[in-house]
Nanobody, 116 residues
Framework: QVQLVESGGGLVQAGGSLRLSCAAS????????MAWYRQAPGKEREFVAGINWSGGSTYYDDSVKGRFTIFRDNAKNTVYLQMNSLKPEDTATYYCNALTLGINYWGKGTLVTVSS
């Protein structure tokens, strides 16, 4: 069982920045592929960014490329999402995802609100 706890959400003005964190349980965090998803009100959950177990490969949705950066610290069992140049359309609940042994685990989410 993997537990994920997100933090770092909040209210920010357009053009601002936030850094989300996701702390994971488990002694094998360094083997998990991790990702961030988001879900805006009335919309389906969508992929935002992903990172492989070593941090050597990262993936982004086109809507956030060049603005968001995903990175991880395996010594701290934590994955981060640095979000710059935020836009009102980035407003959503952001969820951390871990994929290990074919099983997906989810955190409870952290709300990001970007005001115009």
């Amino acid at each position: 069982q993997v537990q994920l706890v997100e933090s770092g959400g909040g209210l920010v003005q357009a053009g601002g920045s936030l850094r989300l964190s996701c702390a994971a349980s488990g002694r094998t965090f360094g083997t998990y592929n991790m990702a961030w998803y988001r879900q805006a009100p009335g919309k389906e959950r969508e992929f935002v960014a992903g990172i492989n177990w070593s941090g050597g490969s990262t993936y982004y949705d086109d809507s956030v490329k060049g603005r968001f950066t995903i990175f991880r610290d395996n010594a701290k069992n934590t994955v981060y999402l640095q979000m710059n140049s935020l836009k009102p359309e980035d407003t959503a609940t952001y969820y951390c995802n871990a994929l290990t042994l074919g099983i997906n685990y989810w955190g409870k989410g952290t709300l990001v609100t970007v005001s115009s």
